[in-house]
C-alpha cells in the first residue's frame, strides 16, 4: 500500500518520538545521546567507594529540549571532530561524585551533562567545556607551554575538585582575575580548567569575551593558544570562525 505523504511524515514522527525516549542517534555523526542511567555508563576505574558516582535519569519532559541543545551545540563542530572524538553523550537529571553535584565531567570519548534546573545555555557551555576536555586528551595539548603564558607571578588552585568541595567555582567572567590571565574563579584552578573555560566561552561567548581577548595581553596570547590548537585539529577552527559565534548587546 502506497503511504501518503501526510501518512508518512506522521509515521516518520511516530518513529522518532519512541526512538528518541531512551537513546537519539546523533546524524550524521552517529553519536548516542542517552537520557537514562545504565550499569556501565562510568569507566571502572570511578566505581569506587570515595569518587562514589550517582546519576538519575532525565525526566521524559525535558528530553526535547536536551536534543535541541546538543543539535545546537554539534552544529559548531564539522562531523569528523565529532565523529572521531565522541561516542556517546549521557544528558542527566542529576550527577555527583565525592558527594559534590556536578553539572558535567567527561571520559575518553564520552561526555556526561546535567539538565536538569540548568538553562539551556549552561548546558551548551557545559558542553564545550567538557568535549573541550576530551579534545585536550585525544590531541595531547601541550599544558607546559600553555602555562608558561602565565607571568611568574600568578599560580593555579588546587584542581578542580577543590574549587568545587571548597565553593570556589565561580564561572562568571572576573575582571581581578582576568588581570592576572584567567578568565573566571574555576578556571584558576588548575590548567584543564583553564583551558576548559577559555574553550566554552569560544563557542558560546558572553558578551564581553572578545572585549576581553583585545584587551589583555596575557589572556590573548592563552586564547590564541587555544584557537591554534583547535585549528590544528580541524583547519575550520580560526579566530573568524570563533568570532561568529559573538553574542551582540541588545
Avoid at 506522521?10 to 522518532?16: Q, T
Avoid at 600568578?154 to 584542581?159: A, I, L, M, P
Avoid at 577543590?162 to 581581578?176: C, F, I, N, P, R
Avoid at 592563552?222 to 541588545?250: A, G, M, P, W
Amino acid at each position: 500500500m502506497r503511504l501518503s505523504l501526510r501518512n508518512s511524515v506522521y509515521l516518520l514522527l511516530i518513529f522518532f518520538l519512541f526512538s528518541c525516549n531512551e537513546k537519539y542517534i546523533h546524524k550524521p555523526t552517529g553519536v548516542a545521546v542517552h537520557f537514562r542511567v545504565d550499569r556501565n555508563m562510568f569507566p571502572f576505574s570511578w566505581r569506587t567507594g570515595e569518587i562514589h558516582p550517582y546519576a538519575k535519569s532525565l525526566p521524559k519532559g525535558l528530553r526535547y529540549e536536551a536534543l535541541d541543545i546538543i543539535n545546537d551545540a554539534f552544529r559548531k563542530y564539522p562531523v569528523p571532530v565529532l565523529q572521531q572524538n565522541l561516542k556517546k553523550i549521557y544528558v542527566l537529571n542529576e550527577l555527583s561524585f565525592y558527594g559534590i553535584n556536578y553539572g558535567g565531567t567527561n571520559t575518553h570519548n564520552v561526555v556526561y551533562l546535567v539538565h536538569h534546573f540548568y538553562t539551556k545555555d549552561f548546558v551548551e557551555s557545559t558542553f564545550h567545556h567538557e568535549f573541550g576536555a576530551v579534545l585536550m586528551y585525544n590531541y595531547n595539548f601541550d599544558s607546559t607551554a600553555f602555562k608558561a603564558l602565565l607571568p611568574d607571578s600568578v599560580s593555579y588552585g588546587n584542581g578542580g575538585l577543590d574549587a568545587l568541595q571548597s565553593g570556589k567555582s565561580s564561572l562568571y567572567l572576573d575582571y581581578e582575575l582576568v588581570e592576572k590571565g584567567f578568565l573566571n574563579e574555576y578556571g584558576s584552578s588548575c590548567i584543564e580548567e583553564d583551558y576548559c573555560t577559555i574553550c566554552e566561552q569560544l563557542f558560546k561567548p558572553d558578551v564581553d569575551f572578545w572585549n576581553i581577548y583585545d584587551k589583555y595581553p596575557v589572556i590573548h596570547k592563552k586564547i590564541k593558544f587555544i584557537i591554534d590548537f583547535y585549528h590544528s585539529i580541524d583547519t575550520t577552527f580560526n579566530e573568524k570562525y570563533f568570532r561568529s559565534f559573538n553574542r551582540k548587546v541588545l
